[in-house]
């Protein structure tokens, strides 16, 4: 299966995927944890990342498709995956559109998770993250670890996101609207969205989104 899944910051795109990914055996491709991996190595890609990252802002379409491009046919996209944060909008979109073209593909379905934009927030602020693993992600009151500041699943120490920030975060919320939502209706036209509700616990929300997903052949 080859799904996208779209959603506001904090929405729990990352929590879900590590669920779905592996209920699914399927790769989670996470561009935002690419850009993250380049940034703590120090690569020329991660420098040029961080300024955009930092403010909240897309990094440009060069550099992003490119990135998700080569980690797609690194997984070997005829056989699955799940992109989380790619594509951001409409360049991206039709990039992708592109790529799976020439080798006979398509996406299969486009999950798209609704949250109140106060509960975005609550989320964020809480956030704690793993610097071991991207996929072990925390939240000081809905999810938190044994002991502060430490990763239950591997002993990593735990983070908060530079992105995180209040000022950060409105912005980040600001390009969603502008620039990510109207890849919905550009799924759509394609029927290719389902849309859940992305409230209540975890596991509730992976069970809803495996029962709304279509069914593998
Ligand atoms: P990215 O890393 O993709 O960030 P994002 O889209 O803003 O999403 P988040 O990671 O903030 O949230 P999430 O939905 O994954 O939520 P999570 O599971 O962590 O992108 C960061 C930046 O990179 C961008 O701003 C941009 O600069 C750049 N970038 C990335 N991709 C790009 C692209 N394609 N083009 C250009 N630039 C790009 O959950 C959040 C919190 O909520 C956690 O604490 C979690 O524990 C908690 N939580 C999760 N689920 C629940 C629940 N059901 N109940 C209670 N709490 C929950
Ligand atoms: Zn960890």
């Avoid at 990342?49 to 897309?58: D, I, K, N, T």
């Amino acid at each position: 299966m080859r799904i996208v899944l779209v959603g506001p910051p904090g929405a729990g795109k990352g929590t879900q995927a590590a669920y779905l990914a592996k209920n699914l055996a399927i790769p989670h491709i996470s561009t935002g944890d690419l850009f993250r991996a380049n940034i703590s190595q120090g690569t020329p890609l991660g420098q040029k990342a961080q300024e955009y990252m930092r403010a909240g802002q897309l990094v440009p379409d060069e550099v992003t498709i490119g990135m998700a491009k080569d980690r797609m046919q690194q997984a070997d996209a005829a056989h699955g995956f799940l992109l989380d944060g790619f594509p951001r909008n409409l360049a991206q979109a039709e990039a992708l559109d592109e790529i799976l073209k020439a080798d006979g593909l398509g996406l299969d379905a486009v999950l798209d998770l609704e949250v109140p934009e106060d509960e975005v927030v609550k989320r964020i602020a809480g956030r704690r993250m793993c610097r071991k693993d991207s996929s072990h992600i925390f939240h000081v009151i809905y999810n938190p670890p044994a002991a502060e500041g430490v990763c239950d699943v591997c002993g990593g120490e735990l983070y908060q996101r530079e992105d995180d920030s209040e000022e950060t975060v409105r912005k980040r919320l600001e390009v969603y609207h502008s620039e990510t939502e109207p890849i919905i209706d550009y799924y759509k036209a394609q029927g290719l969205v389902v849309t859940i509700s992305a409230l209540g616990k975890v596991a509730e929300v992976t069970q809803r989104a495996m029962g709304a997903l279509p069914s593998r052949e």
